[in-house]
């Protein structure tokens, strides 16, 4: 592979970063620097842990960085869980995303087993 961009959880994790701004720009104007903030910093992280993780050429660096989007992937499914539970996310759009979160934690394991 000569690019971390031919990466299918790379690409799929760059497509919910998209959805999630979309998501996040129906929050309240108070929450611009609060959930809307997080939300969008903890999925912009899953890409960008996958993208800089892949750089480091060594297998033990990309396992390693893989883990951190695991966490990132976590983090974000519960900062979504507390946007619905304070009114600004639907249980379907809640559910949309988690499944689409869900499906590329799947795919950072399974690259992430490849590794060892």
Request: charged share 30%; proline share 2%; glycine share 6%.
């Amino acid at each position: 592979m000569k690019s971390f961009r031919e990466l299918m959880v790379w690409q799929k994790s760059i497509d919910f970063v998209t959805e999630v701004y979309d998501i996040t720009t129906v929050f309240p104007e108070e929450e611009k620097f609060g959930l809307t903030n997080q939300i969008r910093r903890a999925s912009v992280s899953i890409p960008s842990n996958i993208a800089e993780g892949y750089g480091r050429k060594s297998d033990g660096d990309f396992s390693r960085f893989l883990s951190i989007a695991i966490g990132s992937n976590y983090e974000v499914q519960t900062q979504l869980e507390i946007a619905k539970n304070v009114g600004y996310l639907t249980i379907d759009d809640l559910n949309k995303a988690i499944d689409k979160l869900e499906e590329i934690d799947k795919m950072l394991k399974g690259l992430k087993a490849k590794l060892k």
